[in-house]
C-alpha cells in the first residue's frame, strides 16, 4: 500500500470538501430517510402489574421520542414462581406471555404500533420480543 495521494485524489478529495453535497448518516433508513432508533426494557424481576406499568410508560415515552424498535426483555420464565403454584396459570403469569398480551389487549397502546413479534413470543428459546413503533404525524 501507498501513502502518497496522486493529483486527482487531491483534487477530488478538495471538490468534496468545497462542495455543500452532504453525506448521509449511517444511522438513517435508506427507504424513507427517517432515523432508526432502538431501545431495550428490561422486565426481569418485575412482578406482573409493575412490568405492565413499566412498559406502559416506555412504549409511551418510545413513541414521543420518535423510537421505531423496542426490545423487551422478559427472560424465559424457567425460574418463574408460577411452577410452584398449581393455581396459577402456567402461561399467563409469566411476563414473557402476559407482557404482550396486555400491549395487544391495551387499544391506547396499540394504536401507537405497527406489530410485536408474536413469533419470538412464542418460541422456547428466546427470552425477548421487539415492538415496532408508528410514527408521530
Known amino acids: 500500500m501507498t501513502n502518497k495521494l496522486s ?3 487531491k483534487k477530488d478529495w ?10 448521509q ?3 438513517e433508513d435508506q427507504l424513507n430517510n427517517e432515523v432508526i432508533s432502538e431501545k431495550s426494557i428490561d422486565l ?10 413499566q412498559i406502559t410508560e416506555f412504549i409511551e415515552n418510545c413513541y414521543v421520542n420518535k423510537v421505531k424498535k423496542i426490545n ?3 427472560g424465559k420464565g ?13 402461561d399467563l403469569s409469566i411476563l414473557k406471555y402476559s ?3 396486555y400491549i395487544k389487549n391495551n387499544s391506547e397502546l396499540m394504536n401507537k404500533i405497527i406489530r410485536i413479534d408474536f413469533e419470538s413470543v412464542n418460541s422456547p428459546s428466546k427470552g425477548n420480543f421487539d ?3 408508528k410514527t408521530i404525524k
Open 7 to 9: 493529483n486527482k485524489d
Open 14 to 23: 478538495q471538490n468534496f470538501l468545497d462542495s455543500s453535497e452532504k453525506l
Open 25 to 27: 448518516s449511517k444511522d
Open 44 to 53: 426481569h424481576g418485575y412482578t406482573l402489574e409493575e412490568a405492565n406499568k
Open 72 to 74: 423487551v426483555i422478559t
Open 78 to 90: 424457567m425460574r418463574s414462581k408460577n411452577l410452584e403454584d398449581p393455581y396459577q396459570s402456567k
Open 99 to 101: 407482557v404482550p398480551e
Open 131 to 133: 415492538i415496532f413503533l
